[in-house]
């Protein structure tokens, strides 16, 4: 069973715009078989592939403006681009050769297992010719009508929504899949692009992030029982964020006089991988966990936050009274949306929440819940599904 993939006409307009584009996201997202639905028809002009995990494709790299010179009026895709870092340079002359040439667009698509930071080259070589794009596990809005699959909304919420958990054949399939891409992660991944962490410690980090999920972090705990530093923390936290694995929400720091938190607020980015870290198999065994509640929070954050406009800014908002919000978006028109997420179907509202929107004269209110049905509260505050919020936000 296939899903398309609602990223798809964003990656063939920014190709259509750009000489040179950077898909990113984790491994096995979907990235290769996203481009390799690209067509010439497309982009009237013939398509190259190179595998850089591959030997025999990295070797014809070895005098890669030699090699790349061959395919003008070609879009050359090259897949796990972080593994020759010193090829951006080269493309700089490709790509000012063929735009002199009247060559203009879709030249280039690297395809990325590590963020946009960790390809250190290409924000410095590329600079100007060059657009970033994200691809996300599936979303909310990608399986919702998915054909022959019930419900759909519980089985990403549990599973994750990388393609080969969500669309495994059983429970058991799902999970084994995820027990893998983990071992795979710590083993060869992270050891391949960061510093040489011993792969039983990282797991144990990472662990512990799933168990402080949604929360505020303390560095000092961390470092405490890990038996390290606050900076060596701080280094761990920030690599798995650059693989995709960790999303931070920083807290929000606008002018007001009330002491706000600021440490940042942490979430283990896929549903799925954080349950296999926590050990819960099943939704079953999610609905009597301690984690459920975190675990629905950080499900509507992801999906809200992995298809939000780069002209939002978003944040959470607490103060050492407990006024809180779990999610502030502030828009390009003066606009700023203070979420509420509960896994309830009949909401209830704090004070902290009301006085958090008071701080931040919010312009709308909203409680994202686990049911379908739309309905106002008090207080001028609109209830609804994650999937009613997010038709709303495109929109």
Known sequence: MMIDRLFEPQLIE???????????GPRQVGKTTLAHRLSKKTFEKDIVYLDLELDSDLAKLNDAEGYLKRFENHLVIIDEAQRAPELFRVLRGLIDIRKRKGEKAAQFLLLGSASRDLLQHTSESLAGRIRFLELTPFSVEEVEYTKGVKSNLERLWSRGGYPDSYLARSDDASWEWRINFISTYLERDIPLMGPNVPATRMKRFWTMLAHVHGQQLNFSNLGKSLETSHTTIRNYLDLLTDFYMVRQVPPWSGNTKKRLVKAPKVYIRDSGLLHTLLNVPDVESLLGHPILGASWEGFAIENILSRLSSKWRYSYYRTSAQAELD?????????????????????????????????????????????????PMNGGIEAMSIKTFLSKLNA
């Open 327 to 375: 999610l502030v978006l502030e828009g390009p028109r003066n606009q700023t949306i203070a979420i509420e997420i509960k896994r309830s179907i009949s909401p209830k509202i704090t004070k902290g929440y009301h006085f958090a929107c008071e701080d931040l004269n919010a312009t709308q209110k909203i409680v994202i819940h686990a049911g379908e049905e739309s309905f």
């Open 14 to 24: 920014a190709l259509m715009d750009s000489p040179a584009v950077a898909l990113l």
